[in-house]
């Protein structure tokens, strides 16, 4: 409503970026006791210093600002202007996108929401999707770590540390994969991405193999990731052949619980689990 109808978000993109309170309400910018009736104090939090041209873009800003009148008496909050309420719902989100001929729909959540594994597995694949997992690359590209410090992958310390080359590509990743396709007697290219590699283990195992994998594909990810900040946080290094017996045996108790196995001979389902299916 400040700037006719656009939000600030969209006409100063770059600052918010950088901004380090991106959901704030406006009394965290916002001075109230410096307004008595004379130009109002507004304070922008931002991680890094900006460059010439957003630094143009920040006096921009608060010129727009300063014509503010703000009623300290009143207290702010979020508001959702595709909501008649202001409060927002992911049905009528997706309602939305479904309505627009423009939306770019992303098929990743029913790949990975829904699916039938602890919460928190789920919320590490919704951030390696959004390439927000925090290998060595991201955090030294955030500026977290210095860019004095290497950014290569701590298996094999020839390649960056990208969350695709942790998880996918890595030499000592790609071991524990090729295992586990052994374990199933699976046969598979391994794709360029994490995100295609959650398609495959979704509609591309087969009928018979696809409901496992749903379970062993997010339990292989998870234990990459746990054992790689075992290794940098405390010093631990993990077996690749103890890691992958995890790996099965942590599946094997989900499918239990769901009740995709047969039986309840965990030494059956290690070496050949497809004797335990369904």
């Not at 719902?89 to 001929?101: D, G, K, P, Q, T």
């Not at 390649?159 to 199933?184: G, Q, S, Y």
Request: aromatic share 16%; glycine share 4%.
């Amino acid at each position: 409503m400040w700037l006719n109808g656009c939000v600030l978000k969209d006409r100063f993109s770059s600052l918010y970026d950088t901004s380090s309170l991106p959901f704030a309400t406006v009394s965290q910018f916002f001075h109230f006791a410096s307004y008595v009736n004379v130009i109002p104090l507004w304070f922008i939090h931002v991680v890094r210093l900006l460059s010439l041209v957003n630094s143009i873009k920040m006096s921009e800003l608060l010129a727009i600002l300063s014509t503010v009148i703000c009623d300290v008496n009143c207290e702010d909050q979020l508001y959702w202007s595709a909501s008649a309420e202001g409060l927002f719902s992911v049905s009528e989100a997706v309602r939305l996108m479904v309505l627009s001929n423009t939306a770019d729909i992303p098929s990743w959540p029913k790949v990975i929401w829904g699916n039938n594994v602890p919460s928190k597995v789920m919320l590490s694949h919704w951030l390696a999707i959004h390439n927000s997992i925090p290998v060595n690359d991201v955090l030294i590209k955030r500026h977290i770590l210095p860019s004095s410090q290497s950014n290569l992958c701590i298996w094999c310390l020839e390649d960056v540390e990208t969350f695709n080359h942790l998880l996918v590509h890595c030499k000592w990743t790609a071991k524990i994969w090729a295992d586990l396709f052994r374990w199933w007697k699976v046969y598979w290219v391994v794709p360029g991405s994490i995100e295609l590699f959650f398609y495959d283990w979704f509609y591309g195992m087969g009928i018979k193999a696809s409901k496992f994998w749903k379970l062993i594909g997010p339990a292989t990810i998870w234990a990459i990731w746990l054992a790689r900040n075992d290794f940098v946080f405390n010093g631990k290094f993990i077996c690749r052949s103890v890691l992958v017996r995890n790996i099965k045996l942590k599946t094997f108790l989900w499918a239990v619980n769901l009740k995709l196995c047969r039986g309840f001979q965990s030494y059956i389902w290690m070496e050949n689990p497809s004797l335990l299916c369904f």
